[in-house]
């Protein structure tokens, strides 16, 4: 059963001012998102133990990490912390600081062993390296791994991608897709690149001037921002199947939900049949009204509207629903000219189109490397 991260947290330094209120589900990856400036760092230093000046209280799955009469210093709680500066242990090797949380964890609370680390972040031929002998994304995952030896009840990676360039991120991004699903240990993303958590996160915090502003999943959290600063985000991540292959051109057909055909995209190593892990942008999902007693056509998703901005801004967000009950949610990005055209109201059956997507998990296990030793 999924528990939860509480916390009600104030710390004043300066000009600023921290007062954050959370209570979001402890599970999948939860994005946190702001400017520069807006308090995302003070927030996961206060969750790790690392503010002692902060007041207020910090839960997680009902345990009590911070209250009026309790502060639980970071060895005393269960959590991994990656920052955007990696500190790695210079002295030691790549073993020795995978080594480091491991063996100061108890023997009966060693939930994540280092085989299986190695072997996901792919880094079993950097075992006998110093850090400074890593490139920066060859660092980061080895400051991940660290971090998820001391088999932690809740990871906090802050900014872990800030000081890399596109070529390192994308090195990086495929180990840290779907790690969650695979360690069952929950995540809070901490970044100022919307499409960078997007990427990554199920749900979404959004934070201003030192408080959290918006919160939930991650479709309903971004129709509070602004849409021209999505444009390129992911809007939502959900699981489709492959229905063909194209080897050819290297390509395979994933069908959502009840859709009977799909967009073309790229491979990226799936399996005809398999289950994978897409991301959408709402520029690329359109839309059609459907009445009652039409039929959708071959690739298309029915769907409802769930909701319709009120808003004067040109571009509009549209949240759909598809599926009985609990079934996923898409977003649409609209101009205002279609939007009116199409005359919708919240209730209203959709077929619905996805235009592009990309596999962002293909559920391949990562390559054997050479040169292991024991930790």
């Known amino acids: 059963m999924n528990g939860r991260l509480q916390a009600r947290l104030s710390l004043a330094r300066g000009g600023f001012r921290l ?39 910090i839960r997680l799955n009902g345990e009590n990490w911070q209250s009026d009469d309790t502060f639980r210093p970071p060895e005393g709680r269960s ?43 792919g880094i079993g031929h950097l075992l006998r390296r110093r850090p400074r002998q890593l490139s920066g994304g060859e660092i980061q995952r080895v400051a991940i791994g660290r971090a998820l030896l001391r088999s932690p009840a809740l990871l906090l990676l802050d900014e872990p991608m800030a000081a890399l360039d596109s070529e390192r991120k994308a090195e990086i991004f495929p180990f840290l897709v779907g790690l969650h699903e695979r360690l069952g240990i929950p995540i809070v993303y901490v970044s100022h690149d919307l499409e960078e958590i997007t990427r990554l996160a199920d749900k979404l915090m959004i934070m201003e001037k030192g408080a959290i ?48 055909g799909g967009p073309w995209v790229p491979a990226a190593g799936a399996l005809a049949g398999a289950t994978v892990t ?39 967000l549209l949240r759909l629903g598809y599926g009985d009950g609990d079934g996923g949610q898409l977003l649409s990005l609209q101009n205002r000219r279609r939007l009116e055209k199409l005359s919708l109201s919240p ?26 030793d024991d930790i």
């Open 213 to 260: 502003v918006a919160a939930g999943p991650l479709a309903e959290a971004l129709t509070t921002l602004d849409p021209v600063r999505f444009q390129n985000a992911f809007a939502v991540r959900c699981k489709a199947r492959v229905s063909r292959l194209d080897g050819a051109r290297g390509l395979a057909e994933v069908c959502i939900g009840d859709s009977r």
């Open 347 to 372: 209730g209203d059956r959709v077929a619905i189109r996805i235009h592009h997507a990309e596999i962002l998990e293909s559920g391949l296990q990562a390559p054997e490397e050479e040169e292991k």
């Open 19 to 57: 007062a954050a209120d959370i209570d979001i589900a402890a599970s999948g990856v939860t994005g946190l998102f702001g400017r520069s400036g807006s308090g995302k760092s003070t927030l996961v230093r206060c969750l790790a133990g690392l503010e002692t000046q902060a007041s207020g209280e």
């Open 278 to 316: 897409l991301g959408i942008r709402a520029r690329d999902v359109s839309l059609r009204l459907l009445p009652e007693t039409a039929r959708k056509r071959n690739g298309d998703l029915l769907g409802r509207v769930l909701s319709i901005p009120a808003t004067l801004h040109p571009l509009s």
């Open 79 to 121: 959590v991994g912390v990656v920052f955007q500066d990696n500190r790695l242990f210079d002295h030691l090797s790549v073993a020795g600081n995978l080594a480091y949380g491991y063996r100061r964890t108890p023997p009966d609370a060693r939930r994540v062993e280092p085989e299986a680390v190695i072997a996901m972040l």
